[in-house]
């Protein structure tokens, strides 16, 4: 029998549960993470804390229930703000649809999706493996793919609700590992450790104290990383509300832009009325090419 918590994170209106349970769900890894319909439950180290948390969207409370492993007591202030990144509880909604009210591509999506957030990753290194991982594939590849990173690499993790019994590898374990047979290309897989490694020894920390700028113009400068990746990282990792990943598929070929898409640079020109909530403005074209 699992030990655990419960503590309610709450949030201003509206925020909406699908959008969240959607993204995680398209993504999940076996082992590590495990979705149900109002509910997103995972593994997590932080620092050198291990366990799990189980996030459940209350109805009519605007809130989270966190129920987290006894051994999150040691770690809850910074579980709980990770949390809230997250599920992005701390945006206030009202704020970006003014924004965005007098612009005519945003302001018609708004009105369909008036609680759209921006979802990001517990983890940051993790989100970046990702990022890296899904250069030029689909999401599902990537998931697969990073799949077996955890399969193979990652920690078991004990005492956790069923399905969840593994932790993402850490860094060290994916900068030393052999990735032969891994189902990525060589130079991606070159990439990949050589990134794991500059974080293992601490030539590279994955933080945005400087500003997210500053994050992306050492992420491009490693091998293999470039704009989109580092962008994609900024966003996805960081929740920074004003990265954008201009070169993006999803972004260029959204149906507001008509059958022809749109260019990056038109893109990148376009998106600098959107400061400084271009993050968002992605979130919504996402949706708008997945037909949300």
């Not at 549960?17 to 890894?29: D, N, S, T, V």
């Not at 579980?79 to 003014?98: C, E, G, H, K, T």
């Not at 909530?277 to 997945?290: E, I, T």
Request: proline letters at 6%; glycine letters at 8%; a neutral charge.
């Amino acid at each position: 029998m699992t030990q655990s918590r419960t503590i309610s994170l709450p949030y201003l209106t509206p925020w909406n549960w699908q959008q969240f349970h959607e993204h995680f769900k398209l993504r999940a890894i076996p082992g590590q993470e495990l979705l149900g319909d109002r509910d997103y439950c995972r593994s997590f180290r932080l620092a050198d804390v291990t366990g799990w948390f189980r996030v459940s969207a209350l109805p009519d409370q605007n809130a989270l229930e966190l129920a987290y492993s006894t051994s999150a007591e040691a770690c809850l202030p910074q579980l709980a703000q990770r949390v809230r990144r997250m599920f992005d509880l701390d945006a206030d909604p009202a704020i970006i649809a003014a924004h965005f009210a007098a612009d005519r591509h945003l302001a018609p999506m708004l009105a369909r999706n008036p609680g759209l957030r921006l979802p990001t990753a517990f983890d940051t290194f993790e989100q970046a493996v990702r990022a890296i991982v899904g250069q030029q594939v689909t999401v599902k590849a990537a998931v697969t793919i990073t799949g077996r990173l955890v399969s193979r690499l990652g920690e078991s993790l004990a005492d956790a609700p069923t399905g969840i019994d593994r932790l993402f590898p850490t860094p060290a374990a994916i900068a030393a590992a052999n990735l032969d047979a891994i189902g990525m290309p060589g130079k991606r897989v070159q990439t990949l450790q050589h990134f794991a490694a500059q974080v293992a020894s601490g030539a590279l920390h994955l933080d945005i104290s400087q500003g997210a700028s500053e994050l992306i113009a050492r992420l491009c400068a490693l091998p293999g990383i470039g704009p989109w990746t580092a962008e994609y990282i900024a966003l996805r990792a960081f929740g920074d509300a004003d990265a954008f990943p201009a070169s993006d598929l999803g972004l260029l070929k959204a149906p507001i832009w008509g059958a022809g898409g749109i260019s990056a640079r038109q893109l990148q020109a376009h998106a600098e009325a959107w400061r400084p909530w271009r993050a968002y403005a992605a979130a919504h074209l996402w949706q708008d090419y997945s037909g949300g």
